[in-house]
């Protein structure tokens, strides 16, 4: 990596020896063959996956809990796209997540876990053991690991997305709530049923108790196991290439940890009349509160990695002296969107907010640059780089020049302990050579 980067001659172009395409790529490896084949198979498991909640909770079930399940999905979408402003990946990525998770990673759920416990009730004739065994010991292996193949899907093949914690956090726990999107429907459908036939209705039916558990109390419970992956494949995605045994194990350290606090939620039913309560206030709300203090701290060092590593850029000439201090200020972001929309219109406002991510991600890659940790395509990455914020420069200059000016820290003026004429109250000693019209 250079010391410095280039000064801008002229507009980088973002093409080269490595860039982009292959050119005599097998059909298998284009991007729109692939794209095709994940889509075809999250939309036959989405079918497959609607036709099997529907057969155990009937039309009406499973129309009930699709209403109560989705009401905690858009709060918790907005949390983890709040979590992601400082470096937003492609909606692409968030879409494919959840899909996996509401989808592919339930269906797999479904089957595996039922048929698991069948074949532990059979082999050992006990099916209450089979159900608790089931519960505490397969569901947690085998949700978590459906839910684990998402995280390492977009690490594997959307790698330029995924460059740290925050990254792992987002996609693990919007797949983690697609997955308890569809769980919840098959659960509230089933306890709806089950009023139905006994008649119950209100605060005491056993549709309210479920709404009460899984989606007033514990609508973070399956993101909160799965981002425990997600942070093991964020620890990984900022360790060198060079450190092959760090990245397997630190992601597999992260799915046993997911597998083991998963196991304990479920297993909480099991540890008397009040286990459920405890393991909830002992054990879920301070996990929750540790891991949110986590990934709100590793936001804020983004920010500060913002600011440290684009001035390189602005003494080179590739941005202006104000824009490091505007890019790593949320507030300041904000106001630059704000005023590029409001004299530019929201094409205006889009280009600074594709300005602000392109530059978040040349800080970044900067920074793995000085670390050590910067892949061979360093070079052709800071260029594309460069370009696109080269592309966008004439409209977002200004606009971040405005936020650094309007957010920047006033500067406190002291007087000094002696008398300077003029300022401070003590009167200018005239100069009588001085003529104010004389040209």
């Given at each position: 990596?250079?010391?410095?980067?280039?000064?801008?001659?002229?507009?980088?172009?973002?093409?080269?020896?490595?860039?982009?395409?292959?050119?005599?790529a097998?059909?298998?490896?284009?991007?729109?063959?692939?794209?095709?084949?994940?889509?075809?198979?999250?939309?036959?498991?989405?079918?497959?996956?609607?036709?099997?909640?529907?057969?155990?909770?009937?039309?009406?079930?499973?129309?009930?809990?699709?209403?109560?399940?989705?009401?905690?999905?858009?709060?918790?979408?907005?949390?983890f796209?709040?979590?992601?402003?400082?470096?937003?990946?492609?909606?692409?990525?968030?879409?494919?997540?959840?899909?996996?998770?509401?989808?592919?990673?339930?269906?797999?759920?479904?089957?595996?876990?039922?048929?698991?416990?069948?074949?532990?009730?059979?082999?050992?004739?006990?099916?209450?053991?089979?159900?608790?065994l089931?519960?505490?010991?397969?569901?947690?292996?085998?949700?978590?690991?459906?839910?684990?193949?998402?995280?390492?899907?977009?690490?594997?093949?959307?790698?330029r997305d995924?460059?740290?914690?925050?990254?792992?956090?987002?996609?693990?726990?919007?797949?983690?709530?697609?997955?308890?999107?569809?769980?919840?429907?098959?659960?509230?459908?089933?306890?709806?049923?089950?009023?139905?036939?006994?008649?119950?209705?209100?605060?005491?039916?056993?549709?309210?108790?479920?709404?009460?558990?899984?989606?007033?109390?514990?609508?973070?419970?399956?993101?909160?196991?799965t981002?425990?992956?997600?942070?093991?494949?964020?620890?990984?995605?900022?360790?060198?290439?060079?450190?092959?045994?760090?990245?397997?194990?630190?992601?597999?350290?992260?799915?046993?940890?997911?597998?083991?606090?998963?196991?304990?939620?479920?297993?909480?039913?099991?540890?008397g009349?009040?286990?459920?309560?405890?393991?909830?206030?002992?054990?879920?709300?301070?996990?929750?509160?540790?891991?949110?203090?986590?990934?709100?701290?590793?936001?804020?060092?983004?920010?500060?990695?913002?600011?440290?590593?684009l001035?390189?850029?602005?003494?080179?000439?590739?941005?202006?002296?104000?824009?490091?201090?505007?890019?790593?200020?949320?507030?300041?972001?904000?106001?630059?969107?704000?005023?590029?929309?409001?004299?530019?219109?929201?094409?205006?406002?889009?280009?600074?907010?594709?300005?602000?991510?392109?530059?978040?991600?040349?800080?970044?890659?900067?920074?793995?640059?000085?670390?050590?940790?910067?892949?061979?395509?360093?070079?052709?990455?800071?260029?594309?780089?460069?370009?696109?914020?080269?592309?966008?420069?004439?409209?977002?200059?200004?606009?971040?020049?405005?936020?650094?000016?309007?957010?920047?820290?006033?500067?406190?003026?002291?007087?000094?302990?002696w008398?300077?004429?003029?300022?401070?109250?003590?009167?200018?000693i005239?100069?009588?050579?001085?003529?104010?019209?004389?040209?």
């Amino acid at each position: 990596m250079a010391s410095s980067p280039p000064y801008p001659t002229h507009p980088p172009h973002p093409g080269g020896p490595a860039g982009g395409a292959l050119r005599h790529a097998h059909w298998w490896q284009r991007r729109g063959v692939r794209y095709g084949a994940l889509s075809t198979l999250l939309a036959l498991s989405g079918l497959v996956i609607l036709a099997l909640v529907r057969e155990q909770t009937g039309t009406e079930g499973f129309l009930v809990g699709l209403g109560l399940a989705v009401l905690p999905v858009p709060l918790l979408i907005a949390a983890f796209r709040w979590l992601d402003r400082v470096a937003p990946g492609p909606w692409r990525n968030l879409l494919f997540a959840f899909a996996w998770g509401a989808c592919a990673a339930a269906l797999i759920a479904i089957v595996a876990n039922s048929f698991a416990t069948k074949w532990i009730a059979t082999a050992t004739a006990d099916p209450s053991s089979a159900d608790t065994l089931g519960a505490t010991v397969i569901a947690p292996i085998v949700e978590e690991s459906a839910k684990a193949a998402a995280v390492l899907l977009v690490f594997l093949f959307r790698r330029r997305d995924f460059t740290g914690i925050v990254d792992g956090v987002v996609i693990a726990g919007v797949t983690a709530t697609g997955f308890a999107f569809t769980e919840n429907i098959l659960y509230l459908g089933t306890a709806f049923g089950t009023d139905q036939l006994t008649g119950e209705r209100g605060i005491a039916s056993v549709t309210a108790a479920t709404f009460f558990v899984r989606v007033i109390m514990s609508p973070f419970a399956h993101p909160l196991f799965t981002v425990l992956t997600g942070i093991g494949f964020g620890l990984a995605a900022v360790s060198s290439e060079r450190q092959h045994l760090r990245r397997i194990l630190v992601p597999l350290s992260g799915l046993l940890l997911a597998m083991g606090m998963h196991a304990i939620w479920n297993g909480s039913s099991t540890f008397g009349e009040y286990g459920f309560f405890a393991v909830y206030a002992a054990f879920m709300v301070p996990a929750f509160g540790l891991l949110t203090w986590l990934v709100i701290w590793t936001r804020q060092r983004e920010l500060r990695t913002v600011r440290e590593e684009l001035p390189a850029y602005a003494v080179a000439g590739w941005l202006s002296p104000a824009e490091p201090y505007a890019l790593g200020s949320m507030r300041a972001r904000r106001l630059a969107r704000d005023y590029a929309a409001h004299y530019g219109g929201r094409p205006a406002a889009r280009q600074v907010t594709q300005y602000e991510a392109y530059a978040t991600s040349l800080a970044f890659l900067r920074h793995r640059g000085r670390c050590g940790r910067a892949g061979a395509d360093f070079v052709v990455r800071e260029r594309e780089l460069l370009y696109e914020l080269w592309r966008r420069r004439e409209v977002s200059r200004p606009a971040l020049d405005y936020a650094a000016r309007a957010t920047a820290p006033a500067v406190p003026v002291v007087a000094p302990p002696w008398p300077v004429y003029g300022v401070y109250g003590y009167p200018a000693i005239p100069n009588p050579a001085y003529n104010p019209y004389q040209s």
